[in-house]
Protein backbone atom coordinates (compact mmCIF):
# COMPACT_ATOMS: atom_id res chain seq x y z
CA UNK A 1 0.00 0.00 0.00
CA UNK A 2 1.64 3.26 -1.09
CA UNK A 3 0.45 6.75 -1.07
CA UNK A 4 0.97 8.85 -4.56
CA UNK A 5 -0.30 12.07 -5.71
CA UNK A 6 -2.16 11.14 -8.62
CA UNK A 7 -3.39 14.91 -9.82
CA UNK A 8 -0.18 15.11 -11.51
CA UNK A 9 -1.23 12.13 -13.90
CA UNK A 10 -4.65 13.35 -14.64
CA UNK A 11 -3.51 16.50 -16.68
CA UNK A 12 -1.02 14.79 -18.35
CA UNK A 13 -0.95 11.46 -19.37
CA UNK A 14 -4.09 9.54 -20.95
CA UNK A 15 -5.11 6.10 -18.83
CA UNK A 16 -3.69 4.20 -22.34
CA UNK A 17 0.13 5.19 -21.05
CA UNK A 18 -1.12 5.14 -17.64
CA UNK A 19 -2.33 1.68 -17.87
CA UNK A 20 0.84 0.68 -19.73
CA UNK A 21 3.64 2.19 -17.85
CA UNK A 22 2.62 3.58 -14.51
CA UNK A 23 3.94 1.85 -11.01
CA UNK A 24 7.04 0.35 -12.24
CA UNK A 25 10.69 1.62 -10.42
CA UNK A 26 13.30 -0.09 -12.32
CA UNK A 27 15.72 -2.34 -10.01
CA UNK A 28 19.43 -1.92 -10.44
CA UNK A 29 18.76 -5.09 -13.02
CA UNK A 30 17.16 -2.51 -15.59
CA UNK A 31 14.62 -4.80 -16.39
CA UNK A 32 12.25 -3.85 -19.11
CA UNK A 33 9.07 -6.14 -17.73
CA UNK A 34 7.68 -5.61 -14.29
CA UNK A 35 9.40 -8.45 -12.02
CA UNK A 36 7.79 -11.18 -10.08
CA UNK A 37 9.05 -11.48 -6.98
CA UNK A 38 7.96 -14.72 -5.54
CA UNK A 39 9.48 -14.61 -2.19
CA UNK A 40 7.02 -14.84 1.09
CA UNK A 41 10.00 -13.11 3.41
CA UNK A 42 12.84 -10.66 3.25
CA UNK A 43 15.42 -9.75 4.90
CA UNK A 44 17.62 -7.40 6.88
CA UNK A 45 21.08 -6.51 7.23
CA UNK A 46 21.00 -6.04 11.30
CA UNK A 47 19.30 -6.88 14.21
CA UNK A 48 18.11 -3.39 14.59
CA UNK A 49 17.35 -3.13 10.93
CA UNK A 50 14.68 -6.11 11.23
CA UNK A 51 13.39 -4.07 14.58
CA UNK A 52 13.18 -0.82 12.35
CA UNK A 53 10.84 -2.42 9.79
CA UNK A 54 8.92 -4.37 11.99
CA UNK A 55 8.06 -1.18 14.22
CA UNK A 56 7.44 0.99 10.91
CA UNK A 57 10.28 3.40 11.65
CA UNK A 58 12.14 2.27 8.40
CA UNK A 59 10.44 1.69 5.06
CA UNK A 60 10.94 -1.12 3.27
CA UNK A 61 9.14 -4.91 2.87
CA UNK A 62 8.74 -7.54 5.68
CA UNK A 63 6.94 -10.23 4.85
CA UNK A 64 4.43 -10.79 1.23
CA UNK A 65 1.11 -10.92 3.32
CA UNK A 66 2.39 -7.20 4.43
CA UNK A 67 3.23 -5.93 1.39
CA UNK A 68 5.02 -7.18 -1.75
CA UNK A 69 7.17 -5.05 -4.49
CA UNK A 70 5.16 -6.46 -7.78
CA UNK A 71 1.37 -6.44 -5.94
CA UNK A 72 2.56 -2.52 -4.89
CA UNK A 73 3.18 -1.76 -9.03
CA UNK A 74 0.09 -3.12 -9.87
CA UNK A 75 -1.67 -1.79 -6.51
CA UNK A 76 0.26 1.74 -7.50
CA UNK A 77 -1.18 1.33 -11.20
CA UNK A 78 -4.54 1.00 -10.45
CA UNK A 79 -4.99 3.61 -8.41
CA UNK A 80 -3.94 6.08 -11.09
CA UNK A 81 -5.91 4.49 -13.62
CA UNK A 82 -9.43 5.03 -11.07
CA UNK A 83 -7.43 8.23 -9.97
CA UNK A 84 -7.86 6.86 -6.31
CA UNK A 85 -5.59 8.12 -3.75
CA UNK A 86 -4.70 4.78 -2.77
CA UNK A 87 -4.99 1.28 -3.52
CA UNK A 88 -4.84 -2.17 -1.86
CA UNK A 89 -4.82 -5.56 -3.77
CA UNK A 90 -7.10 -8.73 -2.29
CA UNK A 91 -6.96 -11.88 -3.43
CA UNK A 92 -10.63 -12.15 -5.15
CA UNK A 93 -13.12 -9.20 -5.63
CA UNK A 94 -15.02 -11.19 -2.83
CA UNK A 95 -12.14 -10.82 -0.46
CA UNK A 96 -11.88 -6.70 -1.85
CA UNK A 97 -15.63 -6.39 -0.40
CA UNK A 98 -14.94 -8.48 2.54
CA UNK A 99 -11.99 -6.40 3.54
CA UNK A 100 -13.80 -3.39 2.87
CA UNK A 101 -16.34 -3.72 5.17
CA UNK A 102 -14.19 -5.45 8.11
CA UNK A 103 -12.17 -2.47 7.84
CA UNK A 104 -14.64 0.19 7.70
CA UNK A 105 -17.78 -0.71 9.61
CA UNK A 106 -18.81 -1.83 12.96
CA UNK A 107 -21.64 -3.88 14.57
CA UNK A 108 -24.79 -1.63 14.91
CA UNK A 109 -24.00 -0.21 11.02
CA UNK A 110 -26.08 -0.37 8.55
CA UNK A 111 -25.87 -0.61 4.64
CA UNK A 112 -28.17 0.57 1.71
CA UNK A 113 -27.35 -1.67 -1.23
CA UNK A 114 -28.24 -1.90 -4.79
CA UNK A 115 -31.15 -5.12 -5.10
CA UNK A 116 -29.10 -6.41 -8.58
CA UNK A 117 -25.52 -6.91 -7.52
CA UNK A 118 -23.10 -10.04 -7.73
CA UNK A 119 -24.76 -13.20 -6.35
CA UNK A 120 -21.89 -13.49 -3.89
CA UNK A 121 -22.04 -10.05 -2.88
CA UNK A 122 -25.30 -10.20 -1.68
CA UNK A 123 -25.28 -13.59 0.57
CA UNK A 124 -21.96 -11.94 1.94
CA UNK A 125 -24.32 -8.86 3.16
CA UNK A 126 -27.71 -11.36 3.90
CA UNK A 127 -25.96 -14.26 5.12
CA UNK A 128 -22.65 -13.52 6.69
CA UNK A 129 -22.87 -9.45 8.07
CA UNK A 130 -25.95 -9.84 9.80
CA UNK A 131 -23.96 -12.15 12.46
CA UNK A 132 -21.76 -9.44 13.20
CA UNK A 133 -24.90 -6.94 13.47
CA UNK A 134 -24.64 -5.26 10.29
CA UNK A 135 -28.02 -4.94 8.67
CA UNK A 136 -28.17 -4.27 4.69
CA UNK A 137 -31.24 -2.56 3.48
CA UNK A 138 -31.47 -3.27 -0.31
CA UNK A 139 -33.32 -1.20 -3.10
CA UNK A 140 -33.22 -0.85 -6.89
CA UNK A 141 -30.85 0.24 -8.07
CA UNK A 142 -31.72 3.29 -10.33
CA UNK A 143 -34.30 4.75 -7.83
CA UNK A 144 -32.26 7.54 -6.10
CA UNK A 145 -34.99 8.55 -4.07
CA UNK A 146 -35.32 4.91 -2.61
CA UNK A 147 -31.88 4.92 -1.63
CA UNK A 148 -32.38 8.31 0.25
CA UNK A 149 -35.52 6.81 1.60
CA UNK A 150 -33.61 3.48 3.07
CA UNK A 151 -30.66 5.47 4.92
CA UNK A 152 -30.93 5.36 8.57
CA UNK A 153 -29.23 7.00 11.35
CA UNK A 154 -26.91 3.97 11.81
CA UNK A 155 -26.04 3.92 7.89
CA UNK A 156 -22.18 4.12 6.88
CA UNK A 157 -21.84 2.86 3.17
CA UNK A 158 -23.77 3.02 -0.13
CA UNK A 159 -23.02 0.34 -2.04
CA UNK A 160 -23.97 -0.31 -5.61
CA UNK A 161 -22.76 -1.89 -8.84
CA UNK A 162 -23.51 0.29 -12.05
CA UNK A 163 -24.19 -1.32 -14.53
CA UNK A 164 -25.78 -4.56 -13.23
CA UNK A 165 -25.13 -7.44 -14.50
CA UNK A 166 -26.80 -9.43 -16.76
CA UNK A 167 -29.64 -6.31 -17.18
CA UNK A 168 -27.40 -3.51 -17.30
CA UNK A 169 -29.33 -0.92 -15.15
CA UNK A 170 -27.81 1.65 -14.35
CA UNK A 171 -27.42 4.31 -11.44
CA UNK A 172 -26.56 8.00 -11.46
CA UNK A 173 -23.40 8.34 -9.55
CA UNK A 174 -23.04 11.37 -9.03
CA UNK A 175 -26.46 12.10 -7.95
CA UNK A 176 -25.77 8.98 -5.72
CA UNK A 177 -22.59 10.36 -4.34
CA UNK A 178 -24.75 13.89 -3.42
CA UNK A 179 -27.10 11.90 -1.28
CA UNK A 180 -24.52 9.76 0.13
CA UNK A 181 -22.41 13.40 1.60
CA UNK A 182 -25.11 14.80 2.65
CA UNK A 183 -26.12 12.23 4.96
CA UNK A 184 -22.86 11.56 5.98
CA UNK A 185 -22.47 7.76 4.58
CA UNK A 186 -19.18 6.70 2.21
CA UNK A 187 -20.28 5.97 -1.77
CA UNK A 188 -18.99 2.02 -2.95
CA UNK A 189 -18.93 1.26 -6.65
CA UNK A 190 -18.08 -2.05 -7.98
CA UNK A 191 -16.63 -0.97 -11.40
CA UNK A 192 -15.80 -4.56 -11.98
CA UNK A 193 -17.99 -4.34 -15.89
CA UNK A 194 -16.91 -1.41 -16.77
CA UNK A 195 -13.08 -0.93 -15.30
CA UNK A 196 -11.99 2.63 -15.18
CA UNK A 197 -11.41 2.31 -19.23
CA UNK A 198 -15.26 3.59 -19.40
CA UNK A 199 -15.97 4.61 -15.99
CA UNK A 200 -14.26 6.04 -13.32
CA UNK A 201 -16.54 6.47 -10.35
CA UNK A 202 -14.22 8.35 -8.15
CA UNK A 203 -14.23 11.62 -10.07
CA UNK A 204 -18.32 11.45 -10.08
CA UNK A 205 -18.30 11.60 -6.57
CA UNK A 206 -17.68 7.84 -4.97
CA UNK A 207 -15.40 7.33 -2.00
CA UNK A 208 -14.02 3.99 -2.88
CA UNK A 209 -14.15 1.59 -6.10
CA UNK A 210 -14.06 -2.41 -5.75
CA UNK A 211 -12.69 -4.49 -7.83
CA UNK A 212 -12.80 -7.84 -9.59
CA UNK A 213 -9.40 -8.14 -11.44
CA UNK A 214 -10.32 -11.95 -12.28
CA UNK A 215 -12.60 -10.22 -14.74
CA UNK A 216 -11.72 -7.78 -17.63
CA UNK A 217 -8.60 -6.57 -15.43
CA UNK A 218 -7.01 -10.03 -16.31
CA UNK A 219 -9.40 -10.54 -19.29
CA UNK A 220 -7.73 -13.74 -20.09
CA UNK A 221 -9.24 -15.83 -17.43
CA UNK A 222 -6.06 -16.82 -15.68
CA UNK A 223 -6.24 -15.78 -12.13
CA UNK A 224 -8.60 -14.75 -9.36
CA UNK A 225 -7.94 -11.43 -7.41
CA UNK A 226 -9.32 -8.18 -6.80
CA UNK A 227 -9.15 -4.37 -5.39
CA UNK A 228 -10.25 -1.73 -3.46
CA UNK A 229 -9.07 2.12 -4.66
CA UNK A 230 -9.67 5.21 -2.97
CA UNK A 231 -9.74 7.71 -0.11
CA UNK A 232 -6.46 7.19 1.57
CA UNK A 233 -8.21 7.20 5.40
CA UNK A 234 -10.62 4.11 3.94
CA UNK A 235 -7.90 2.08 2.38
CA UNK A 236 -5.45 2.23 5.51
CA UNK A 237 -8.22 0.87 7.60
CA UNK A 238 -8.87 -1.56 5.01
CA UNK A 239 -5.04 -2.39 4.65
CA UNK A 240 -4.77 -3.10 8.31
CA UNK A 241 -7.48 -5.75 7.61
CA UNK A 242 -5.58 -7.55 4.54
CA UNK A 243 -2.31 -7.45 6.22
CA UNK A 244 -3.41 -8.98 9.73
CA UNK A 245 -6.02 -11.70 8.31
CA UNK A 246 -4.31 -12.69 4.81
CA UNK A 247 -6.48 -12.07 2.00
CA UNK A 248 -3.55 -10.33 -0.40
CA UNK A 249 -2.90 -11.18 -3.83
CA UNK A 250 -0.42 -13.40 -4.70
CA UNK A 251 2.65 -11.73 -6.64
CA UNK A 252 2.09 -13.59 -9.61
CA UNK A 253 -1.43 -12.97 -10.34
CA UNK A 254 -0.20 -9.32 -9.88
CA UNK A 255 1.90 -10.13 -12.22
CA UNK A 256 -0.88 -11.74 -14.69
CA UNK A 257 -3.07 -8.57 -14.14
CA UNK A 258 0.16 -5.79 -14.62
CA UNK A 259 0.11 -7.56 -18.30
CA UNK A 260 -3.72 -7.57 -18.27
CA UNK A 261 -3.87 -4.05 -17.59
CA UNK A 262 -1.41 -3.25 -20.46
CA UNK A 263 -4.70 -4.22 -22.76
CA UNK A 264 -7.23 -3.53 -21.13
CA UNK A 265 -8.05 -0.12 -22.95
CA UNK A 266 -7.52 -1.93 -26.55
CA UNK A 267 -9.93 -4.72 -25.15
CA UNK A 268 -12.56 -2.82 -23.53
CA UNK A 269 -12.93 -0.74 -26.58
CA UNK A 270 -13.07 -3.47 -29.16
CA UNK A 271 -15.18 -5.63 -27.11
CA UNK A 272 -17.94 -3.08 -26.40
CA UNK A 273 -18.02 -2.22 -30.25
CA UNK A 274 -18.52 -5.86 -30.79
CA UNK A 275 -21.42 -6.10 -28.18
CA UNK A 276 -23.40 -2.96 -30.00
CA UNK A 277 -22.98 -4.87 -33.45
CA UNK A 278 -24.46 -8.25 -31.15
CA UNK A 279 -27.26 -6.01 -29.27
CA UNK A 280 -28.74 -4.97 -32.28
CA UNK A 281 -28.66 -7.59 -34.61
CA UNK A 282 -30.14 -9.32 -31.34
CA UNK A 283 -32.52 -6.77 -31.27
CA UNK A 284 -33.66 -7.39 -34.59
CA UNK A 285 -34.00 -11.56 -34.49
CA UNK A 286 -37.57 -13.09 -34.40
CA UNK A 287 -36.68 -15.38 -31.75
CA UNK A 288 -35.45 -12.50 -28.85
CA UNK A 289 -38.11 -11.17 -27.05
CA UNK A 290 -35.87 -8.31 -25.27
CA UNK A 291 -32.35 -7.13 -25.41
CA UNK A 292 -31.05 -5.54 -21.86
CA UNK A 293 -27.70 -3.43 -23.59
CA UNK A 294 -27.34 -0.08 -22.70
CA UNK A 295 -25.98 1.14 -25.74
CA UNK A 296 -28.96 0.56 -27.62
CA UNK A 297 -31.42 3.31 -28.19
CA UNK A 298 -34.06 1.72 -27.04
CA UNK A 299 -32.50 1.32 -23.37
CA UNK A 300 -34.30 3.26 -20.47
CA UNK A 301 -31.40 5.01 -19.39
CA UNK A 302 -29.25 5.03 -22.76
CA UNK A 303 -29.07 8.56 -22.31
CA UNK A 304 -27.20 8.45 -18.79
CA UNK A 305 -24.81 5.35 -20.15
CA UNK A 306 -23.79 7.77 -22.73
CA UNK A 307 -23.08 10.81 -20.33
CA UNK A 308 -21.89 8.65 -17.44
CA UNK A 309 -19.74 5.90 -19.51
CA UNK A 310 -16.94 6.02 -22.26
CA UNK A 311 -18.77 2.90 -23.74
CA UNK A 312 -21.11 0.73 -23.08
CA UNK A 313 -19.45 -2.72 -22.01
CA UNK A 314 -19.42 -5.86 -23.48
CA UNK A 315 -22.12 -7.39 -21.50
CA UNK A 316 -25.86 -7.75 -23.02
CA UNK A 317 -28.83 -9.82 -21.14
CA UNK A 318 -31.55 -10.82 -23.91
CA UNK A 319 -34.58 -12.66 -23.60
CA UNK A 320 -35.75 -15.84 -25.67
CA UNK A 321 -39.16 -16.23 -26.57
CA UNK A 322 -40.14 -19.83 -24.69
CA UNK A 323 -39.28 -19.09 -21.55
CA UNK A 324 -36.21 -21.69 -20.10
CA UNK A 325 -36.54 -24.23 -22.19
CA UNK A 326 -36.41 -21.89 -25.13
CA UNK A 327 -33.04 -20.52 -23.64
CA UNK A 328 -31.57 -23.88 -22.91
CA UNK A 329 -32.21 -24.99 -26.47
CA UNK A 330 -30.17 -21.90 -27.96
CA UNK A 331 -27.39 -22.76 -24.91
CA UNK A 332 -27.56 -26.75 -26.46
CA UNK A 333 -26.78 -25.73 -29.77
CA UNK A 334 -23.89 -23.67 -29.37
CA UNK A 335 -20.64 -25.11 -30.64
CA UNK A 336 -17.88 -22.14 -30.28
CA UNK A 337 -19.04 -19.88 -27.21
CA UNK A 338 -18.28 -21.23 -23.99
CA UNK A 339 -21.10 -22.32 -21.50
CA UNK A 340 -19.55 -21.28 -18.45
CA UNK A 341 -20.74 -18.26 -15.91
CA UNK A 342 -17.46 -16.45 -15.74
CA UNK A 343 -17.59 -13.02 -17.70
CA UNK A 344 -14.97 -10.25 -19.07
CA UNK A 345 -12.59 -13.12 -20.91
CA UNK A 346 -11.42 -12.43 -24.82
CA UNK A 347 -13.26 -15.73 -25.20
CA UNK A 348 -17.35 -14.72 -25.56
CA UNK A 349 -19.05 -16.72 -22.80
CA UNK A 350 -22.90 -17.30 -22.09
CA UNK A 351 -25.02 -18.42 -19.36
CA UNK A 352 -28.62 -19.27 -18.26
CA UNK A 353 -28.90 -16.87 -14.75
CA UNK A 354 -31.62 -18.04 -13.73
CA UNK A 355 -30.66 -21.47 -13.02
CA UNK A 356 -26.44 -20.60 -12.47
CA UNK A 357 -25.42 -17.10 -11.07
CA UNK A 358 -28.92 -16.63 -9.30
CA UNK A 359 -30.04 -19.96 -9.65
CA UNK A 360 -29.81 -19.31 -5.12
CA UNK A 361 -32.62 -16.62 -5.40
CA UNK A 362 -35.92 -17.58 -4.43
CA UNK A 363 -38.65 -16.69 -7.24
CA UNK A 364 -39.99 -13.93 -5.75
CA UNK A 365 -36.46 -12.10 -5.53
CA UNK A 366 -36.52 -13.32 -8.85
CA UNK A 367 -39.12 -11.12 -9.99
CA UNK A 368 -38.17 -8.88 -8.40
CA UNK A 369 -34.49 -8.73 -9.58
CA UNK A 370 -35.98 -8.91 -13.13
CA UNK A 371 -34.18 -12.47 -14.12
CA UNK A 372 -36.84 -13.79 -16.09
CA UNK A 373 -36.86 -18.13 -17.02
CA UNK A 374 -35.94 -16.87 -20.88
CA UNK A 375 -33.07 -14.55 -19.99
CA UNK A 376 -29.48 -15.25 -21.42
CA UNK A 377 -26.34 -13.66 -20.56
CA UNK A 378 -23.55 -13.07 -23.09
CA UNK A 379 -19.91 -11.97 -22.27
CA UNK A 380 -18.55 -10.86 -25.53
CA UNK A 381 -15.09 -11.39 -26.02
CA UNK A 382 -12.64 -10.63 -29.23
CA UNK A 383 -13.35 -13.45 -31.64
CA UNK A 384 -14.84 -12.37 -35.13
CA UNK A 385 -18.79 -11.16 -34.33
CA UNK A 386 -19.45 -13.12 -37.27
CA UNK A 387 -18.51 -16.54 -35.70
CA UNK A 388 -20.44 -15.66 -32.74
CA UNK A 389 -23.38 -14.81 -34.62
CA UNK A 390 -23.54 -17.74 -36.27
CA UNK A 391 -22.99 -19.99 -33.53
CA UNK A 392 -25.81 -17.90 -31.61
CA UNK A 393 -27.74 -18.39 -34.78
CA UNK A 394 -28.12 -22.55 -34.59
CA UNK A 395 -30.23 -22.14 -31.75
CA UNK A 396 -32.50 -18.93 -32.40
CA UNK A 397 -32.92 -19.76 -36.31
CA UNK A 398 -34.28 -23.37 -34.48
CA UNK A 399 -37.30 -21.86 -32.66
CA UNK A 400 -38.52 -18.67 -34.75
C1 LIG B 1 -17.02 -11.64 -10.17
C2 LIG B 1 -17.51 -10.45 -9.48
C3 LIG B 1 -17.23 -10.21 -8.13
C4 LIG B 1 -16.45 -11.19 -7.28
O1 LIG B 1 -15.15 -11.37 -7.74
P1 LIG B 1 -14.29 -12.72 -7.52
O2 LIG B 1 -12.97 -12.34 -8.06
O3 LIG B 1 -14.97 -13.80 -8.25
O4 LIG B 1 -14.26 -12.97 -6.05
C5 LIG B 1 -17.70 -9.05 -7.56
N1 LIG B 1 -18.43 -8.16 -8.27
C6 LIG B 1 -18.73 -8.36 -9.57
C7 LIG B 1 -19.50 -7.34 -10.30
C8 LIG B 1 -18.28 -9.50 -10.22
O5 LIG B 1 -18.61 -9.70 -11.50
Not at 2 to 18: A, G, H, P, V, W
Not at 52 to 66: A, E, H, L, P
Amino acid sequence: MLKYNYQQYEKNISIDTIAIRFGHNRTNEQEHSEPIFLTSSFVYNSAAEAAGKFSGDIQGNVYSRFDNPTVQIFERRLAACEYGENCVATSSGMSAIMSLVMGILKSGDEIVASRSMFGSTISLLQKYLVKFGIITHFVQLSNIEAWEKAITYNTRLLFAETPSNPLSELVNIQALSKISHYYNTWLVIDNCLCTPTLQRPITLGADIVVHSATKYLDGQGRALGGAVVGRNILIKEIYGVIRICGPCMSPFNAWIFLKGLETLNLRMRVQSKKAIELAKWLEKHTAVEKVYYSGLKSHPQHFLAVKQQKGFGAIIGFEIKGGKMGAWSVIDAIKLISITANLGDIKTTITHPSTTTHGKLSDDQKKESGIKDGLLRISIGLENIEDIRSDLSNGLNNLY
